[in-house]
């Protein structure tokens, strides 16, 4: 699959605990965003990367949230001390970015987070 | 920094009819529009989009048209079928902010049988 993958597709935590999603992009693609979306809403900017550099993070997001991109390859996004309100959907999603080239996103399944 | 607006929040049609969705973006700057279809469970995908040297492309029975003017732009599906039952999201990209996707709220589509 060519795609972009996440991994786990499913996570239920306690409230208070730590969690870590991965998301491995279309392999050619320089750019991955983060997103987050809940019932009935548009996917909510997180942060993105351009290679392995984070270039924006959202100004609403909690300071428990971290997220990686070590080897502009590959992503991690930390959620620490979880609380009921992170319950959501987080997707992943990758593009190609360039003066003269259109920035379609690829999404990625997504990963459920439900915290208990 | 760039706002895209997104009208109507639900949208029921009779299968057979066409339905229009409307977004409005604040850069006049912005000059990629995409749209996105998320069906219930599943992942957003691209179905069509515009860039703003072009005022209308038509891909089968999907259409978007694109008012650089106003600064508005609409999605129109025509001959609507169950299978077009689902959550279809506009966005732009704001030339300020790097090549980022701004989006709008999404509008729940229902076709009636």
């Known amino acids: 699959d060519t795609g972009v993958s996440q991994d786990p597709r499913h996570k239920i935590t306690k409230r208070g605990q730590n969690v870590t999603f991965r998301c491995d992009p279309i392999s050619e693609h320089n750019r991955l965003y983060w997103y987050r979306q809940t019932l009935g809403q548009g996917p909510e900017f997180l942060t993105y990367f351009q290679n392995e550099a984070q270039l924006e993070k959202s100004r609403l997001l909690s300071d428990r949230f971290s997220a990686e991109r070590p080897k502009g390859s590959f992503s991690t996004l930390e959620i620490q001390r979880t609380e009921q309100g992170d319950s959501a959907m987080y997707l992943c999603?990758?593009?190609?970015?360039?003066?003269?080239?259109?920035?379609?996103?690829?999404f990625g399944p997504g990963t459920r987070l439900t915290v208990l | 920094g760039e706002n895209v607006e997104q009208h109507p929040s639900t949208l029921s049609v009779q299968e057979g009819d066409s339905a229009v969705i409307k977004c409005t973006y604040s850069?006049?700057?912005?000059?990629?529009f995409p749209w996105y279809k998320q069906e219930l469970g599943k992942r957003p995908q691209l179905i069509i989009d515009?860039?703003?040297n072009v005022g209308e492309k038509k891909d089968q029975r999907i259409a978007v048209t694109l008012n650089k003017t106003a600064k508005h732009f609409s999605l129109h599906i025509t001959e609507t079928q169950p299978e077009d039952s689902a959550v279809y999201f506009c966005a732009a990209r704001a030339m300020d902010s790097n090549y980022q996707l701004i989006w709008g709220a999404g509008t729940k589509l229902i076709i009636k049988p």
């Open positions: 850069d006049s700057a912005s000059n990629y």
């Open positions: 999603a990758s593009s190609l970015v360039g003066q003269s080239i259109d920035n379609e996103q690829f």
């Open positions: 515009i860039r703003s």
